[in-house]
């Protein structure tokens, strides 16, 4: 239950979709002939969510910006699909967004402005003022459009597709992803490796090929497919991938480290609960090495949104927000660092690189 009350214009939010068009209330809109409508449908301490659309344009995807106390926490791409506005004739329904502002609100009063992406234009229904209590919010998991959101941002990664796929359209070695774990781990034969989200196994087929030292790994696989190719390709009796989900899996025993590459990202609606799970679960000092997308050198950017297609969950973290969230999970001595995954066709795929104690 949230300890959150909605004041001022969010307590009055309108029961139905509403088509505000905005167009001719701010010029820099009209300069490039945008018609844009969409509307705020909650606004609580743990859930901001809405849709938005350009009539000019309906099969487009906008962005909003959200800000809380004047300060740009998050944008979100509304590409989910809502079958309400199919019906209504917006664009094809792909155009709501959902966030949740619990860990950026302060104790008091906040100013909350959900903005059409990179104007000054608010969403219908979208300013006014939370006021948080002294509690801490908590996001019951079972909340039906927790849930429901949970699920769809799973579906691409339940299924099964080819293994380029799973990384930039190319398959790659984990070369870069281990050089940078060795840095500050040493593996070592009584040592057991957890890893989440193995996919088609490149971080393992590296770690075998260069013939480090270890006990035991165990995979933790979103995707029944993937696991049973992975059982066939590594058929070993240290080695083993299990079908689930990191928010929740149970390891059979503890690990000395966790290693996961380009998997935290789509983790909705962020890694906390995974990680902290995991945590519980490492060795007195163990390790947890991971990596995630970087926009901007210097880390500052932060977005998310579901992927029109396939609707994987992408959510891009400011280095600010890695550091928070890491020793909120129990976890210090943070360090980030650039990485270079492999080439694809579009570059070199650059990340960031996080260890952790
Ligand atoms: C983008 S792929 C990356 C695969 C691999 N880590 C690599 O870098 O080559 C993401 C992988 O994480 C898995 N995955 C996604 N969410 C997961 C979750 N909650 N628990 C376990 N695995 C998950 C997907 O099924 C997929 O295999």
């Known amino acids: 239950m949230s300890c959150l009350k909605a004041v001022g214009r969010f307590s009055c939010v309108p029961p139905c979709p509403v088509w505000a068009v905005l167009r001719g209330r701010h010029s820099v809109v009209d300069s490039i002939a945008m018609e844009l409508v969409g509307k705020i449908d909650v606004c609580t301490g743990t859930e901001i969510s809405g849709w938005v659309a350009d009539k000019s344009d309906p099969q487009k995807q906008l962005w909003v910006d959200v800000d809380v106390n004047s300060i740009l926490v998050a944008s979100l791409k509304a590409a989910l699909m809502r079958d309400d506005l199919l019906r209504a004739g917006i664009g094809d329904g792909r155009k709501s967004?959902?966030?949740?502002?619990?860990?950026?609100?302060?104790?008091?009063?906040?100013?909350?402005?959900?903005?059409?992406?990179?104007?000054?234009?608010?969403?219908?229904?979208?300013?006014?003022?939370?006021?948080?209590?002294?509690?801490?919010?908590?996001?019951?998991?079972?909340?039906?459009?927790?849930?429901?959101?949970?699920?769809?941002?799973?579906?691409?990664?339940?299924?099964?597709?080819?293994?380029?796929?799973?990384?930039?359209?190319?398959?790659?070695?984990?070369?870069?992803?281990?050089?940078?774990?060795?840095?500050?781990?040493?593996?070592?034969?009584?040592?057991?490796?957890?890893?989440?989200?193995?996919?088609?196994?490149?971080?393992?087929?590296?770690?075998?090929?260069?013939?480090?030292?270890?006990r035991s790994y165990t995979g933790i696989e979103l995707s029944a497919d993937r696991v049973q190719k992975l059982n066939s390709k590594f058929a070993n009796e240290r080695i083993h991938f299990v079908e689930g989900d990191a928010n929740q899996v149970c390891l059979q025993q503890a690990a000395d480290i966790v290693i996961c590459s380009s998997t935290f990202e789509h983790l909705f609606p962020d890694f906390t609960r995974a990680l902290s799970n995991l945590v519980t679960q490492l060795k007195p000092k163990g390790q947890v090495a991971v990596d995630f997308i970087q926009i901007d050198p210097e880390m500052m950017h932060r977005q998310q949104g579901f992927e029109p297609e396939g609707h994987a969950f992408v959510r891009v973290y400011s280095a600010q927000e890695i550091r928070t969230m890491f020793a909120e999970c129990g976890l210090s001595q943070v360090e980030l660092g650039p990485i270079v995954l492999g080439k694809a066709a579009s570059g070199d795929v650059k990340r960031i690189f996080a260890s952790a104690v």
């Open 97 to 214: 967004f959902w966030f949740d502002p619990s860990r950026y609100l302060e104790v008091g009063d906040n100013l909350v402005a959900v903005r059409f992406g990179g104007t000054h234009m608010i969403v219908p229904g979208g300013d006014g003022i939370l006021v948080r209590g002294d509690a801490l919010i908590y996001r019951c998991p079972d909340d039906a459009s927790f849930v429901r959101l949970l699920r769809i941002s799973q579906e691409r990664w339940m299924a099964s597709e080819p293994d380029s796929g799973l990384t930039w359209g190319q398959v790659f070695t984990g070369d870069s992803f281990i050089d940078a774990v060795l840095t500050r781990y040493t593996f070592h034969p009584a040592h057991h490796i957890c890893e989440i989200g193995p996919g088609y196994g490149r971080l393992l087929m590296t770690i075998l090929r260069r013939q480090l030292p270890f």
